[in-house]
């Protein structure tokens, strides 16, 4: 699992079949203290998250498709938590 922060929701006229009716996020993947990030992904999220909010994901497409029971599915990786808040320990 990875930790990310929403920053924004995908709007899309057209769309791959196997997507109609899923909501699509954008999430800036960061480190537990939330200094360093990556590249922004698109995921899944069947959570009905919120710009902002803070959430676990997951970058494995295998899983989305036996949790949806499809075959194959065009997407790399899924929201499956919001996190409501963190507590972390800093190291001596």
């Known amino acids: 699992m990875r930790l990310g922060k929403v920053i924004g929701n ?9 997507l109609s009716g899923i909501k699509l996020m954008v999430v800036k993947p960061v480190d537990p203290e939330g200094r360093k990030s990556l590249k922004p992904v698109i995921l899944a999220d069947y959570l009905n998250t919120a710009v902002g ?30 996190i409501d808040s963190m507590d972390i320990k800093k190291r001596a």
Do not use: Y
């Open 10 to 18: 995908v709007i899309s006229t057209m769309k791959h079949p196997k």
């Open 53 to 82: 909010n803070t959430v676990f994901w997951i970058e494995d497409g295998t899983t989305i498709c036996k949790v949806l029971g499809m075959k194959s599915i065009p997407l790399r990786g899924s929201i499956v938590g919001i």
